[in-house]
Nanobody, 118 residues
């Protein structure tokens, strides 16, 4: 079992940065090594969308809207994935969810609010 736990959301002004963290709690090391981790977001009235993904081998994928501004990484020793968000824009405002995929099963975190406003 994997239980993603997000942290790091908040209120920032346009152009500022935030780093989100996602701890894969309950994941033993062998499970963590096989996980694909991803960040999704959902703004009010819109569908949940993929923001960034990192596979077990470290291959990354980004949504066009965040390419060049967001960076997804992971720390294997800490069993934690990160989303570094730079040059934030008001349109980045959403609830951000961490997602873990393990052997065809998907696990979601509770979400963390990110608000970008002046």
């Amino acid at each position: 079992q994997v239980q993603p736990v997000e942290s790091g959301g908040g209120l920032v002004q346009p152009g500022e940065s935030l780093r989100l963290s996602c701890l894969a709690s309950r994941a033993i090391l062998s499970t963590w090594s096989a996980l694909t981790m991803a960040w999704y977001r959902q703004a009010p009235g819109l569908q949940r969308e993929l923001v960034a993904q990192i596979t077990d081998r470290g291959t990354t994928t980004y949504a066009d809207s965040v390419q060049g501004r967001f960076t997804i990484t992971k720390n294997n020793a800490k069993r934690t994935a990160y989303l570094q968000m730079d040059n934030l824009k008001p349109e980045d405002t959403a609830v951000y969810y961490c997602n873990a995929i393990f052997r065809g099963s998907t696990f979601w975190g509770q979400g963390t609010q990110v608000t970008v406003s002046s």
